[in-house]
């Protein structure tokens, strides 16, 4: 089944305590990005990749961290997260090639105390 | 700066009938527009897209509407079921080549039985 999944689902941490959210797709997709989802705000850009090694900056992407080692896998990395941070937490990819549709994972709750 | 802009928080509307979702954007540069549908616990899910070079595209019971002068699109659908019952977000990317979306804060649409 052609799918975006990510890990953990829920997490619960404590200011300053690194933490890697981890994200991956199984449809050899080029493109990858993680969006973070806020009341009144809706989602909002952290970090994209249009492909392995290659990353560039979203439109929130202070505090956090990404890499593009292999194509399916994208993870996210919060240094010290900060409580500013919690959020719902969405990782999605598309095939590139201008193809704008995004398959979106299920989320990931995460709640920095 | 919100530069994709849904001002309803949420819509009520009869099963049956008509739902109509409202979506204003600024940035003059944006080509190519999506809609997506949002569970609870799910992540968001493509429902359905337009370009610029349209002013209507249609999928079934969902119908996108695009007036360029305007700057404003909306989401028909037709006729409205329970399962519908979901937020919507409406998206925009700037060209035909580039995977980045800007997404507005999204639409809770409820439909009565």
């Not at chain 1, 993680?34 to 090694?53: A, F, H, K, T």
């Not at chain 1, 989320?107 to 105390?113: A, I, S």
């Not at chain 2, 979702?21 to 809609?35: A, G, K, P, R």
Request: proline share 6%; glycine share 6%.
């Amino acid at each position: 089944e052609a799918q975006v999944t990510q890990n953990p689902r829920y997490l619960i941490t404590v200011t300053g305590k690194k933490l890697t959210v981890t994200c991956s797709q199984n449809m050899n997709h080029e493109y990858m990005s993680w969006y973070r989802q806020d009341p009144g705000l809706g989602l909002r850009q952290i970090y994209y990749s249009m492909n392995v090694e290659v990353t560039d900056k979203g439109d929130v992407p202070e505090g956090y961290k990404v890499s593009r080692k292999e194509k399916r896998n994208f993870p996210l990395i919060l240094e010290s997260p900060s409580p500013n941070q919690t959020s719902l937490y969405f990782c999605a990819s598309s095939p590139g090639l201008a193809i704008h549709e995004q398959y979106f994972g299920p989320g990931t709750r995460l709640t920095v105390t | 700066d919100q530069q994709v802009k849904q001002n309803s928080p949420s819509l009520s509307v009869q099963e049956g009938r008509i739902s109509i979702l409202n979506c204003d954007y600024t940035n003059s540069m944006f080509d190519y527009f999506l809609w997506y549908k949002k569970y609870p616990a799910e992540g968001p899910t493509f429902l359905i897209s337009i370009s610029s070079i349209k002013d209507k595209n249609e999928d079934g019971r969902f119908t996108v509407f695009l007036n360029k002068s305007a700057k404003h699109l909306s989401l028909h659908i037709v006729p409205s079921q329970p399962g519908d019952s979901a937020v919507y977000f409406c998206a925009a990317s700037e060209d035909f080549g580039n995977e980045k979306l800007t997404f507005g804060t999204g639409t809770r649409l409820t439909i009565i039985p």
